[in-house]
């Protein structure tokens, strides 16, 4: 059974950087893309940016040039490195594996049916 374990959540002001990684495992890595989501309070779940499984990345529009996702295959991990944080950017942040194959199912959810329990990041002005 695949699972994921995020990590890296914390408080930070305006203007830091954190960067969350997602621990995969019980499957091949590689056959699966990667994505991270992240749901605010009184908010749906929406998707924040996703590698597939060729590589190619995809972002919401509102994290573009702010974040970046990476993975490393051999660690059987995925990264998200977030700069230029704003309040805009709090929620809780969940990594997800799924099959999507396009940038027009990237970063919908309900192409990804496994997830990890999510890390909360707090950005305050």
């Known amino acids: 059974q695949v699972q994921l374990v995020e990590t890296g959540g914390s408080s930070v002001q305006t203007g830091g950087s954190l960067r969350l990684s997602c621990a995969f495992s019980?499957?091949?890595?590689?056959?699966?893309?990667i994505g991270w989501f992240r749901q605010a309070p009184g908010k749906g779940r929406e998707g924040v940016a996703t590698?597939?499984?060729?590589?190619?990345?995809y972002y919401a529009d509102s994290v573009k040039g702010r974040f970046t996702i990476s993975r490393d295959i051999a660690k059987a991990t995925l990264y998200l490195q977030m700069n230029s944080l704003k309040p805009e950017d709090t929620a809780m942040y969940y990594c997800?594996?799924?099959?999507?194959?396009?940038?027009?199912?990237?970063?919908?959810?309900?192409?990804?049916?496994?997830w990890g329990q999510g890390t909360q990041v707090t950005v305050s002005s």
């Open positions: 590698i597939l499984q060729s590589g190619t990345t």
């Open positions: 019980g499957g091949p890595y590689i056959r699966y893309s």
């Open positions: 997800a594996a799924g099959t999507p194959k396009s940038m027009s199912q990237a970063l919908l959810e309900s192409y990804f049916p496994f």
